[in-house]
C-alpha cells in the first residue's frame, strides 16, 4: 500500500506521497492510516460539482479533484472575477474543503495553473503566456517514459517545449501533448461537456470520530445543508421537504425530518431550523454517518432585487417565524383559528394551520375568552355563585341545536356580572336539570 | 444669549413636550390624549397590570388588533389564558387568518417563544400572559421589540419593580362596560390618569361597519 496524501505534520515528519506506508509507519510511531475511498470522493465531486453551479451553469468535472467553472458570462453578477474567485474559496472553506484555484482565458491552461498551485487571475493572453511558459514539464502529465524523454533531452519548462519545432514534439511526445499545448495556449478551441445536475440531493459525511451528542451533529449538518443550498440555488428551485438520516454502528438508523410551509433554499434559516430540533433530539445509539436526503423540488418564486437592500417578502417572514417556532415547541403548540357555522358555541369553532382564510359566520354578542369545557357553578343562597354572587343581565339568548349527532344543546345563555366587575358568559342547561354553567369570560 | 438659544440646548426639558413617538391609536380618544405619540408606542414593550381577568383588557385592544390585522404580519398571542373565540374576535374586525396563536409547555419556552415572535420581524403584535417578569427578562424583549419593529403588549397580575417597559399601565373595572385605566409610566411624561373608558363603545363602533356589509344572512333570534 501507498501512501496517496499526508497532512502538514505528516509532511514535516518526512512523509511524503508515493512512500510505502510500511516505511511511513517506520518514519512515524503513531501514525493514524485511513483508507482511500475512491467512490467517496468521485461522489463528494460530483457533489461539489452541483453545489458550484450557483456560480455559474456550466461546470465540468475534470476529475475527482478538479473542477472547472466557465465564469466569463458570471462576472457581472458577482461583481469582478477576483472578487468571485475570492467568494469560491471561501465559501468552500466553509464546506470544509481547501482548494487551490487559478483563473486563466482556457481551461486547460486553469487546470494546470491550480494544479501547479500557482493561484492567479488571467484574462489576457499576454500574461497567459507568461505564467504559463515558468510552468515545470511535469504539468503536462505525461507517461513516465515520455516525460523522461523530454527531461532527457534538457527541457524542464513549458516555455522548453515551445521553443522546439512543432513535428518535433509530436513525434517524441506523441500528437496529443502538442494538441494540449496548443489548446492550453489558446490556439486551439478546447469544448467541454457540461456537468449535469442531478435531480435529487443525496448526500452524505462519514464523521471521524462517533458523536454521540446531539449538539456536535450541527457542524456536519450545517455543512450538508450548505451544499444543499448551492446545489438548490444552481437548480434554481427550493426544498420543502428535508431528511437526515443518522447512521449508527449496528442499530438502527434514526431519523429527523423537517417539513416547510414554503419552499426555501435559505441555508440560515434551515441551519436555525436544524439547531432548535436537535436541543431536544435524543440520541439513541452514536452516530457515525450523516445523510441528507432532499427529493422533492419545488420551483420558489422569483423575487424583485432591490437596489439597496435585499428585503424579504412578508409572506417568507411569516412561514419562517412559524417554521422556526414549531420546530422547536411542536407542530401542535402553533395554530390559528376560524370560525365555523354551528349555533352550539364550543363547535362555532376550531384550532387550524396558522393562515387559513375563516368563512363568515353570524352570531349575537359572544365573549373573548371561551372555556375548554364548561365549569359548573354551584347556586348559594339561590344566588350564582364563583369568588362572589353573579347577578343576571336581563337579555337571554337561547340555543337550541344538535338534533342530528350525539351533542344536542338546549341552553339559555345570559350575561352575568360579578362582583368585582368582570362579566362572564354563564348557561342554564335545560337538559341537565337546570344546572348553571360558566362558558366564557367577556375580557 | 437669546431664549431659542437655551431652548435648543439638551439638558433643558420642557414641561408638557412629548417626544415625538411612532403610535398607533388605540380607538379611545380619551386614552390616546394620554399617550405620547397619541397610542400605542411602536417598536416598544406595553405592560397592562390587570389583578383580574375579564374587566375588559383585551376589549381595549381589539380595536388596534382589528386595525393590525389587516396588514400583512402576524398577531401573536403566546400563551393566552383561555381560548380565543373565533366568532367573537371575528365580530371585533380580526382578520383571523393574521392570528398566531403560541402555546408553549414548558416555563423557559413561554420567553423563547415570546422573544423570538417580537424580535423575527413578523408580528405586527405580541400579546403575552407568560407569567412573573423580572426586570432581566422585560430588558431583552423591550431589546427584542425594537429590533423587530413590534408592539409587544405583557399581561401582569402584579407590577414588576424596575419594568423597563415603554408604558405601563394598570386597568381596574369601573363599572358593567367601563375601565379605569392608570397610566403608571409612559416616555416623556410623568404618571397620570386615571381615565375612564366604555370599552364597548369602540367595539360597537367596528362591529356596525361589518354588519352593514352582510346583508344577505338572516338575523338569528
Not at chain 2, 403588549?153 to 405601563?168: E, H, I, N, W, Y
Amino acid at each position: 500500500m501507498y501512501v496517496a496524501a499526508a497532512n502538514a505534520s505528516a509532511r514535516a515528519a518526512g512523509i511524503a506521497p508515493g512512500m510505502r506506508v510500511s516505511a511511513a509507519q517506520a518514519l512515524v510511531e503513531m501514525l493514524v492510516v485511513r483508507l482511500r475511498n475512491v467512490t467517496a470522493e468521485q461522489e463528494a465531486a460530483a457533489r461539489l460539482a452541483a453545489w458550484s453551479g450557483q456560480y455559474t451553469s456550466q461546470v465540468t468535472l475534470v476529475s475527482s479533484n478538479t473542477l472547472l467553472l466557465e465564469v466569463a458570462g458570471s462576472e457581472k453578477l458577482f461583481g469582478d472575477l477576483p472578487a468571485l474567485m475570492a467568494r469560491v474559496r471561501k465559501e468552500l472553506a466553509g464546506l470544509g474543503y481547501t482548494a487551490q484555484l487559478a483563473l486563466a482565458p482556457t481551461p486547460l491552461a486553469a487546470t494546470w495553473l491550480a494544479r501547479a498551485g500557482r493561484e492567479c487571475c488571467l484574462t489576457d493572453y499576454g500574461p497567459l503566456f507568461r505564467e504559463l511558459a515558468e510552468l515545470p514539464l511535469t504539468s503536462l502529465g505525461l507517461a513516465p517514459e515520455r516525460e523522461a524523454l523530454l527531461t532527457g533531452l534538457g527541457l524542464r519548462t513549458l516555455v522548453d517545449c515551445l521553443r522546439l519545432p512543432r513535428d518535433g514534439i509530436a513525434r517524441r511526445a506523441g500528437r496529443e501533448t502538442l494538441e494540449a499545448l496548443d489548446r492550453a495556449f489558446g490556439r486551439q478551441p478546447d469544448p467541454r461537456a457540461a456537468f449535469v445536475l442531478p435531480e435529487r440531493f443525496h448526500a452524505r459525511l462519514e464523521l471521524p470520530a462517533p458523536v454521540d451528542n446531539s449538539q456536535a451533529l450541527l457542524f456536519p449538518l450545517h455543512r450538508l445543508l450548505l451544499e444543499l443550498a448551492g446545489f438548490l440555488e444552481a437548480r434554481g428551485v427550493g426544498a420543502a421537504t428535508l431528511e437526515f438520516e443518522l447512521r449508527a454502528f449496528r442499530a438502527e438508523p434514526m431519523r429527523l425530518s423537517f417539513k416547510l410551509l414554503t419552499p426555501s433554499r435559505d441555508a440560515s434559516h434551515l441551519v436555525a431550523l436544524v439547531r432548535e430540533r436537535l436541543e431536544r433530539f435524543e440520541l439513541t445509539a452514536p452516530v457515525e454517518e450523516v445523510q441528507l436526503n432532499v427529493d422533492a423540488l419545488q420551483p420558489l418564486g422569483a423575487q424583485p432585487l432591490d437596489f439597496f437592500e435585499r428585503a424579504q417578502a412578508p409572506e417568507e417572514l411569516r412561514a419562517q417565524l412559524v417554521e422556526r417556532l414549531q420546530a422547536r415547541l411542536g407542530r401542535e403548540a402553533v395554530q390559528g383559528i376560524v370560525s365555523c357555522a354551528d349555533h352550539r358555541p364550543e363547535r362555532a369553532w376550531r384550532y387550524v394551520a396558522p393562515g387559513t382564510e375563516t368563512e363568515e359566520t353570524v352570531c349575537g354578542q359572544r365573549p373573548v375568552w371561551l372555556l375548554p369545557a364548561p365549569l359548573p357553578l354551584a347556586p348559594r343562597a339561590g344566588q350564582l355563585y364563583l369568588h362572589g354572587t353573579l347577578a343576571l343581565e336581563p337579555e337571554r339568548e337561547r340555543i337550541e341545536s344538535g338534533w342530528w349527532d350525539d351533542a344536542e344543546a338546549a341552553r339559555d345563555y345570559f350575561i352575568a356580572r360579578a362582583e368585582d366587575g368582570r362579566r362572564l358568559w354563564v348557561f342554564r342547561d335545560l337538559r341537565d336539570r337546570e344546572r348553571w354553567f360558566l362558558q366564557g369570560i367577556f375580557a | 444669549m437669546s431664549l431659542q438659544e437655551v431652548l435648543q440646548r439638551p439638558d433643558v426639558w420642557r414641561g408638557g413636550y412629548a417626544p415625538s413617538v411612532a403610535a398607533t391609536e388605540s380607538g379611545f380618544e380619551a386614552l390616546d390624549d394620554l399617550l405620547p405619540g397619541s397610542g400605542w408606542p411602536h417598536g416598544a414593550l406595553t405592560e397592562l397590570q390587570c389583578a383580574q381577568e375579564g374587566i375588559g383588557e383585551l376589549r381595549l385592544l381589539l380595536p388596534t388588533l382589528a386595525r393590525l390585522s389587516r396588514g400583512d404580519r402576524w398577531v401573536a398571542m403566546v400563551a393566552p389564558p383561555y381560548i380565543p373565540y373565533a366568532p367573537a374576535l371575528a365580530a371585533a374586525g380580526i382578520d383571523l387568518s393574521r392570528l398566531l396563536l403560541v402555546h408553549p409547555r414548558q416555563g423557559a419556552d413561554h420567553w423563547w417563544a415570546l422573544e423570538n415572535s417580537l424580535r423575527a420581524g413578523a408580528c405586527s403584535a405580541v400579546l403575552a400572559w407568560v407569567g412573573r417578569a423580572e426586570a432581566s427578562h422585560l430588558r431583552r424583549l423591550q431589546l427584542a421589540a425594537e429590533a423587530g419593529d413590534c408592539m409587544g403588549f405583557l399581561f401582569q397580575r402584579q407590577a414588576v419593580v424596575g419594568s423597563p417597559a415603554a408604558l405601563r399601565l394598570n386597568l381596574s373595572a369601573a363599572g358593567p362596560n367601563a375601565l379605569n385605566v392608570q397610566v403608571v409610566k409612559r416616555r416623556g411624561g410623568w404618571p397620570t390618569g386615571p381615565v375612564r373608558l366604555e370599552v364597548d363603545r369602540a367595539l360597537a363602533m367596528s362591529a356596525s361597519s361589518r354588519v352593514s356589509t352582510r346583508n344577505s344572512y338572516a338575523r338569528r333570534a
